[in-house]
C-alpha cells in the first residue's frame, strides 16, 4: 500500500509565492514518476506537471516559467514551487506517482487527496 499527502496550499495574494509538497508513504520499491495536476470549480482535471525518474520534466503552457516541479529521492517527497502566482490558479492541486510496490512489485499510478491554492486579487 501507498499513500501520498500533498501539503503547502492556502491564500495567497496575486503575485506571490508558495511550495506544494507531496510526501509519499508505504511500501515503496521505487517511484517512476510524479505528477501534479489541478482541478478549479467547474472545470476539469487538467496536467500541471510531471517530472519523470530519469529527471525530465515538462509543464503545462499556463505555467511554463512560473512552476517548477522537483523531488528529493531520499526523503520520497516531491514539490512543486509556485511563483507569480494568478487569480487563475486558483484550485485543488492533486499530487500524482507512479509507484512500484516493493511487496507486490506492482507498479499502479496513485492520488492524493489534495490541496486548496487561493489567489486574491
Known amino acids: 500500500q501507498v499513500q501520498l499527502v500533498e501539503s503547502g496550499g492556502g491564500l495567497v495574494q496575486a503575485g506571490g509565492s508558495l511550495r506544494l509538497s507531496c510526501a509519499a508513504s508505504g511500501s515503496i520499491f521505487s517511484i517512476n514518476a510524479m505528477g501534479w495536476y489541478r482541478q478549479a470549480p467547474g472545470k476539469q482535471r487538467e496536467l500541471v506537471a510531471t517530472?519523470?525518474?530519469?529527471?525530465?520534466?515538462n509543464y503545462a503552457d499556463s505555467v511554463k516559467g512560473r512552476f517548477t516541479i522537483s523531488k528529493d529521492n531520499a526523503k520520497n517527497t516531491g514539490y512543486l514551487q509556485i511563483d507569480s502566482l494568478k487569480p487563475e490558479d486558483t484550485a485543488v492541486y492533486y499530487c500524482?506517482?507512479?509507484?512500484?510496490?516493493?511487496?507486490?512489485?506492482?507498479?499502479?499510478?496513485?492520488w492524493g487527496k489534495g490541496t486548496l491554492v487561493t489567489v486574491s486579487s
Open positions: 517530472s519523470t525518474s530519469g529527471g525530465s520534466t
Open positions: 500524482n506517482a507512479r509507484v512500484k510496490d516493493s511487496k507486490t512489485l506492482y507498479t499502479m499510478d496513485y
